[in-house]
């Protein structure tokens, strides 16, 4: 008899560390956006543009927002550039001094976040 409970304790334990491993295995994902420009001295900006069930469906969503971006007209004197997951553009402003601006996209597990601890 006390044979049959150990085994049932260790089913039982087993089951858990299984499901608790399905769980994490099965975490969503979340598209960030980040803004960054040159000259300014300011930090990258981060945004969450969505969340997914799944790194594929976030990895289509990021091609997508890719996708949009590059379909969008130029300015004049504007120069925009895809280079892997980030899009680079070069604008001139009324001065004639030239921007530099990146634009890139990131899939992560909704358990990372890119800006860092939070303080408390």
């Known amino acids: 008899m006390m044979r049959l409970a150990r085994r049932a304790s260790l089913l039982v334990a087993f089951s858990l560390l299984t499901s608790a491993a399905t769980a994490y295995a099965e ?11 040159v000259p300014t001295a300011l930090q990258p900006v981060f945004s969450v543009v969505t969340g997914t069930s799944t790194e594929a469906s976030c990895r289509d969503k990021l091609r997508k927002e890719i996708g949009q971006f590059e379909a969008l007209r130029l300015r004049p004197g504007e120069e925009r550039r895809v280079d892997g997951d980030s899009i680079l553009t070069r604008i001139p ?23 860092g601890p939070k303080g408390k």
Request: proline share 6%; net charge negative.
């Open 93 to 115: 402003d009324a001065r004639g001094e030239i921007a530099h601006g990146m634009r890139k996209f990131i899939c992560l597990p909704d358990t990372v976040d890119p800006r």
């Open 27 to 37: 975490c969503a994902w979340v598209l960030w956006e980040e803004w960054s420009s």
